[in-house]
Structure formats: structure tokens, C-alpha cells
């Protein structure tokens, strides 16, 4: 049986004078989980830390918030399990096929500083298994060094939110830095739509990452395909 590692945020504000709010982009969680759930895959939803998941309150806006987020956003018992999550120590990884990252503005925290994160998201890859991340999800792969000392992203095609698009969001002044710019310097072959926020996915074999929250649910999609072609053995 095919089972996915869900890890989520647990950072919950911008580290600045104002201390904005911030957390958990919902829909690039829910998209994803829809399309496992339909395929009949498990799935178990982690933390770095563990513990109750803050909802960026902006992913939940009128006009941002799609019916299929909505009515997870409205099931009791989907949203229990952002209530005490496990923290990545306290699962076994080697018992999944697939990694995946949700983004929300809290990965560029505590995805990217987090050693442990690193070290076995490495050994994850290097053991032949997916590894799938989306928005600001991505950041936990900038820092992902593999035992020959390359960083995983090196030389592979990829992508992420965009610099340009902060300033769209009207977060730019916000964010701890340029996460376009730095999976560039790390090596990685980054690509974006040529529509701001527009759909966008790029898979690089056992590595698939989504620009933004629009291109989550092809980003799963996309994690499926390979993670059945992996089984395969092709």
C-alpha cells in the first residue's frame, strides 16, 4: 500500500515590527489531499514541530477560497487533523512513497531552517522515493544537501513563488527574503508562467514543484503519476 507524507507549517507570523499573520496557504493542503483521497492513497499530515497548524486567514478570502477548499475548510473532521499534528520526528519515513511540502508564507521559516527537515528529505530522495513541494513549500528543498554534498535542487528543473508575485500578494516588504533568487543560486533550473499566479508545474522525475496555490492540484496530480511509475518499476 502506497501511503504520503503531508508536512505543513508550523511558523504562524512575519518576523517583522508588525507581526503579521501568516501560516498555512489552506487550498495548496486540500488540492493535494483531494487527489489522493480519490485515488485511494493514505496519508498522514506532519509538522515540523507538530502540535495545532495556524490557517494563513488570507487563503480563506472570498474571493481566494474555491468550493472544494470550502467545504473541506467546513468539515469538522478534516480540520481535526490540523488540530495535533506530529512533528517529522515522530513518524517513520521510510514507511512513505511520497514527501510533499504545502506552501503558505510559515515554510519560509521553518522549512528552510530546519536541519532534521533537511537531512531527511535527503535520505528520502536518495532512497528513490518522490519528493513533491508547491509555493512557498519549495523552501524546504533550498537547503536539502544530498550525501555528495550538491544540493538536491541542483541541476534539476523546477520551480516556486515567484519574487515578482510577493509583490502581487502585497508581501514583498514582508517575506525574509528572495526565495526565487535563492533556489536559483542553489542551482536550480527555475521556470515560472508567463501569467503572474497562473498555473505552473515542473516535474524533474522524482521531483515535483508548483509555482503557486493555483497549480496545487496539478502538482498532485502530477506527484501521482510518478509515485505509480516509481511502484512500477519503469
Known amino acids: 500500500m502506497s501511503k504520503v507524507l503531508i ?33 485511494g492513497i493514505a496519508m498522514d499530515i506532519v ?12 487563503s480563506l478570502g472570498f ?10 475548510r467546513q468539515d469538522p473532521a ?4 490540523l488540530e495535533n499534528t506530529k512533528s517529522i520526528s515522530d513518524v517513520n519515513w521510510a ?24 537531512a531527511k528529505t535527503a535520505d528520502f530522495y536518495e532512497g528513490g522515493k518522490v519528493v513533491s513541494a508547491v509555493c512557498h513549500g519549495v523552501a524546504a528543498l533550498q537547503e536539502v544537501l544530498l550525501s555528495d554534498g550538491t544540493y538536491l535542487i541542483d541541476g534539476k528543473r523546477g520551480t516556486g513563488f515567484s519574487y515578482f508575485d510577493e509583490g502581487i500578494a502585497g508581501v514583498k516588504r514582508l517575506v525574509p527574503y528572495n526565495m526565487e533568487q535563492r533556489l ?16 505552473h508545474t515542473v516535474v524533474d522525475e522524482r521531483l515535483i514543484t508548483g509555482q503557486n496555490p493555483n497549480s496545487a492540484t496539478v502538482t498532485a496530480e502530477r506527484t ?11
Not at 509538522?47 to 488570507?58: A, E, L, Q, T, W
Not at 501521482?224 to 519503469?234: C, D, I, N, P, Q
Open 95 to 118: 514507511t512513505y512513497d511520497v514527501v510533499y511540502f504545502a506552501g503558505g508564507h510559515g515554510a519560509m521559516w521553518d522549512f528552510a531552517e530546519n536541519s532534521e527537515l533537511h
Open 63 to 72: 474571493f481566494v477560497m474555491d468550493k472544494a477548499t470550502k467545504k473541506r
Open 47 to 58: 509538522s515540523p514541530k507538530g502540535g495545532r497548524i495556524h490557517v494563513d486567514g488570507r
Open 224 to 234: 501521482l503519476e510518478e509515485m505509480k511509475r516509481v511502484a512500477s518499476g519503469t
Open 184 to 199: 536559483k543560486d542553489r542551482g536550480l533550473q527555475y521556470s515560472k508562467a508567463m501569467i503572474p499566479l497562473a498555473q
Open 7 to 39: 508536512i505543513v507549517t508550523n511558523h504562524t507570523k512575519f518576523d517583522n515590527s508588525k507581526a503579521a499573520p501568516t501560516g498555512l496557504w489552506l487550498s495548496e493542503l486540500t488540492h493535494f489531499y483531494d487527489v489522493f483521497e480519490a485515488a
Open 78 to 81: 478534516f480540520m481535526t487533523l
